[in-house]
């Protein structure tokens, strides 16, 4: 399984992004999926999980919203009015079926690499 996550970028205070995680290796449509970040410096966050519903944390919830396309094994994350703290490293991860929306990227079996958002104030 590889998880490929783009659609990072230089965006200004206020701006949106839309990133985008491509799943292959598997069928992916029985598969939770989700996002974390991590800034230097500081713990990976939960931001959200997606399966046959929706788990949003705390940092994510009322700008980002996460979705899924299992035609094209895909789970997206728009983020809107995006400030300076969102600058970060975001992963996408991705459990098999029969796991739950996990919280902790350590609960997750398969994680991407990185791409890069960085808010300009």
């Known amino acids: 399984v590889q998880l490929q996550a783009s659609g990072g970028g230089l965006v200004q205070a206020g701006g949106s992004l839309r990133l985008s995680c491509a799943a292959s290796g598997d069928t992916f449509s029985g598969y939770t999926m989700g996002w974390f970040r991590q800034a230097p410096g500081k713990e990976r966050e939960f931001l959200a999980a997606?399966?046959?519903?929706?788990l949003y944390g705390g940092y994510a919830k009322g700008r980002f919203t996460i979705s899924r396309n299992n035609a094209k094994d895909a789970v997206y994350l728009q983020m809107n009015n995006l400030k300076p703290e969102d600058t970060a490293n975001y992963y996408c991860v991705a459990n098999p079926p029969g796991y739950g929306l996990g919280t902790i990227i350590n609960e997750y079996e398969y994680w991407g690499q990185g791409t890069l958002v960085t808010v300009s104030s």
């Open positions: 997606i399966s046959w519903r929706t």
